[in-house]
């Protein structure tokens, strides 16, 4: 609709600067001035002109509303790209996190921290253009990365028995009591006869 309005007006100037022209081709052509005949053609360009003018103002408040629409859905394009761009970045977001996670789980078996592992590796080149997680790249990524780094990995820890320490219970505060079975039974004589 505004392209219509922007060809009309632009067809509107055009005959206006073509009257204006006009009359002096034709007085170049003319050989002697007529003034009633002068008068009519200035009177036919005004009326014209006139019209022109008329048809200008009838359609400048189309044109402003087609600005306005215009600008209108330019702005509604500007707001839906900008909650498309939003939407993308929590999605890239939500597939960082979920790769960084994949990725610390399958860390934890071998490495002392996996925080550290998921932050060496390049998160982004596990996923593929439908958002699936390459798992098995991850795993040789994950090989791979011990055999430069061996310091990542987990201590080999067998299984753990508790040892004793020497320091604790009555031991350590110098009462210590013999476990010999004679020293047990001369203890208990002594304290029957002293009468405690």
């Known amino acids: 609709m505004s ?37 009519k053609a200035l009177s036919k360009k005004n009326s014209e002109n006139e019209n022109l003018r008329r048809r200008v103002k009838e359609l400048e408040p189309l044109a402003k509303k087609a600005q306005e629409l215009e600008d209108a859905q330019k702005s ?5 790209t900008e909650s498309l761009t939003a939407a993308q970045e929590r999605a890239a977001k939500a597939v960082r996190t979920a790769v960084a996670s994949k990725v610390e789980a399958l860390a934890a078996k071998d490495f002392a921290d996996p925080e550290d592992v998921a932050g060496a590796l390049d998160l982004a080149a596990y996923v593929d ?12 990524d994950l090989a791979e990365l011990l055999k430069r780094k061996p310091h990542w990995a987990r201590p080999d820890e067998g299984p753990r028995s508790p040892r004793p320490d020497r320091t604790q219970g009555s031991s350590g505060n110098g009462n210590r009591t013999s476990s010999d079975p004679g020293d047990i039974f001369a203890g208990l004589m002594n304290q029957a006869l002293n009468g405690r």
């Open 3 to 39: 392209e219509e309005i922007e060809t009309e007006t632009k067809q509107v100037e055009q005959q206006s600067q073509e009257s204006e022209a006009a009359p002096e081709a034709r007085e170049s052509q003319q050989e002697p001035f007529d003034e009633a005949r002068a008068k």
């Open 76 to 80: 509604e394009t500007e707001r839906l």
């Open 129 to 140: 253009d439908d958002g699936a997680i390459d798992s098995d790249a991850i795993k040789r």
